[in-house]
Each structure stands twice: as C-alpha cells, then as structure tokens.
C-alpha cells in the first residue's frame, strides 16, 4: 500500500532524506521513529504528495506519487501535530466538510458513523476551537479517517496530549488498520513505538534498522550488553572500559557496554528497551 524506493530530499546543502527505503502493507501500523529533525515529516509530505523528491520513487495505495499526486490525495487521510481543524466550524461540520470532499452521497451517514465510534457525539454541535487539546486531536484523526482512506499518514499525532488520551489515539489508529487500511506514524514517543506492528528507526535522513520491536530489540542484543548496577555511581559506571553509555535509573545505574567488556560482578543482564536500541544505533550510524 506504501512503498519508497531510495527517497532522497535535499533543503539547500542539508540533506533530509538519504534514500529512504520502506514499505507498508494493508492493515500494519508502521511506525516511523526518530528525533525531531529525523527527516520523519519530510518523508510524510512526499508520500501524501505534498512534496517532491530529489530522487528515488514512491507509490501510494497503487498510484506513483511523482505522476499522479492529486490521485494518491484523494485516496488517503493525513493528520498532523497541530490538531489542523477549522476551529469557526463545529465538530460536525468539520467532518461534513472532509466527507463531502471526497464521498459527497455518503456523507452524512459517514459522519454520523464516525461520530459514534470516535466518541465525538457530545461535541458535535460544539466549535472545534473550543474543544481541548486531546479531543481536537480525536477530531483531527476523525476528520482524517471520515471518508475511510485507503492509506492513513499520521504525524505525531499525539504530541502534547496525556497518557490515557494517548491511548485513547492509539486505539482508534488500530480500529483502522484493522479496517484494512495502511497506517504510517511518526513518532519520538518510544513506548508508543512499542504499539506499532513494525519500526524504521530514522537518523540523520537514513533509516538505520527496520523491523518489529522485537527484532529490533533482538538485533540491538546481538550487538552490545545491556545491563543495571543497583546502588552503583553513574561516573565510576561510565568510566569502566567497555561501557559505550551509563545513564541514572532508579537506585542504580543503566548502561550499554560492549559484548566483550570486563565488567565483573554485580552487573544484571537487562532486557533493552527501543530507547537502548535507538541509542545504540545511533551511536553506531556515520
């Protein structure tokens, strides 16, 4: 349903994207992680057609998005980090607006649905403007699903918001993929990475691993030990030869040491978290 095939964007002398390879199939939550400055929503804008590449190619819900990009923006829906809603229009008129673009006969039985099931019923006479900011998020992803895209882009879409709206996002963003459609989703969360059915970690504009969190997790593993020293002194811990990071964690220490290094007694093997993994693999990019 997504596929890019070495997307490569330059902004003057600073390189965005560095052919950036991936692929998403129909009824995955893929999600795209990385820092701010990642290159995540430049790689969004191109694929939702917004954009266009230096080089490489990219196809979206069967269409090339270089040749037909009005094609590819009529068979996805697309939310960002900013809750963009039209804030003077109720919650009801929000979604007649996006349904009517692109399901003009359906629309009123597609808002009337969505309404239902993205709990917006209360609020459905209610100015967007006025609404909080978990539930202008809510709204924004409805307004993005409303006409039942076949390829769903979401940038951030929970920044800003509490931990139970959180997953309260999330749970809609599985509804939909479990309707079938390919989700992607752009993320610095790391537990929120943890519900994506599979990763790109992306550093820099490269994507430095891809695969499910357990993979990831598994290649990390296979590379460097991952350990706690209850009770230790971060300075003396990171000192230690061999030790490549050493961070505060609870009444002890964390750290991320080579496979071969002398650490000796008093060191528990942990399991790595996708934020030990992130950080060993960007230690390791170029």
Known sequence: MVHAEEVTRSFG??????RVSLFVGSGEVFGLLGPNGAGKTTLVRILSGVL????????????????????VKARIGYATQEASVYRDLTVEENLL????????????????????RFGL??????????????WRQRLALAQAV??????LFLDEPTTGLDPLSRRRIW???????ARGAAVLVTTH????AERCHRLALLYGGRVLATGTPQELKALAQARARFLFVPGGSLEAVAALPGVLEAW???????????????????FQEVAPSLEDVFALLTREAP
């Open 13 to 18: 002398g600073v390189k965005a994207l560095d």
């Open 52 to 71: 266009r590449p230096d080089g490489g190619r990219a196809w979206v819900a069967g269409l090339e998005v270089g040749k037909e990009p009005e094609g």
């Open 97 to 116: 607006f996006r349904a009517r673009l692109y399901r003009p006969k359906e629309a009123r039985a597609l808002v009337e649905e969505i309404l239902s």
């Open 121 to 134: 019923q209360p609020y459905a006479r209610s100015l967007a403007g006025h609404l909080s900011g978990g």
């Open 146 to 151: 409303v006409h039942r895209p076949e390829v």
């Open 171 to 177: 749970d809609l963003i599985h509804q939909e993929a």
């Open 189 to 192: 969360y790391m537990d929120e």
């Open 248 to 266: 505060p964690s609870g009444e002890g220490v964390r750290l991320i040491a080579k496979k071969d290094a002398p650490l000796g007694e008093g």
